[in-house]
């Protein structure tokens, strides 16, 4: 599965940006999908998550309330709809698809840059 990360960008405090990852190779309908993220001088964190029917999501305390995941498998897609952006929400943002090990991401997105300024 190849993962490509679009929809980043600089943005104010309070803004919106609606991130998108986009599958080729295969579908990722029996893929677990997330977001992670990762800040200059820190480690990668995951920020969303959410199984492959889409009926379970996972949230950073940090995000929850603020950032939506979402998918559309007949698009081979995943989504992260970010709202009240935060400068602390300023990284690169990453997209990764998991099978049935519940301990790793199998797929990787290249990462899309977000920046928010105050």
């Known amino acids: 599965v190849q993962l490509q990360a679009s929809g980043g960008g600089l943005v104010q405090a309070g803004g919106t940006l609606r991130l998108s990852c986009a599958a080729s190779?295969?579908?990722?309908?029996?893929?677990?999908m997330a977001w992670f993220r990762q800040a200059p001088g820190k480690e990668r964190e995951f920020v969303a998550g959410?199984?492959?029917?889409?009926?379970?999501?996972y949230y950073a305390d940090s995000v929850k309330g603020r950032f939506t995941i979402s998918r559309n498998n007949a698009k081979d897609t995943l989504y992260l709809q970010m709202n009240s952006l935060k400068p602390e929400d300023t990284a690169v943002y990453y997209c990764?698809?998991?099978?049935?090990?519940?301990?790793?991401?199998?797929?990787w997105g290249q990462g899309t840059q977000v920046t928010v300024s105050s």
């Open positions: 190779g295969r579908t990722i309908s029996t893929y677990r």
């Open positions: 990764a698809a998991g099978g049935p090990d519940l301990n790793k991401y199998d797929y």
């Open positions: 959410i199984g492959w029917l889409a009926t379970s999501t």
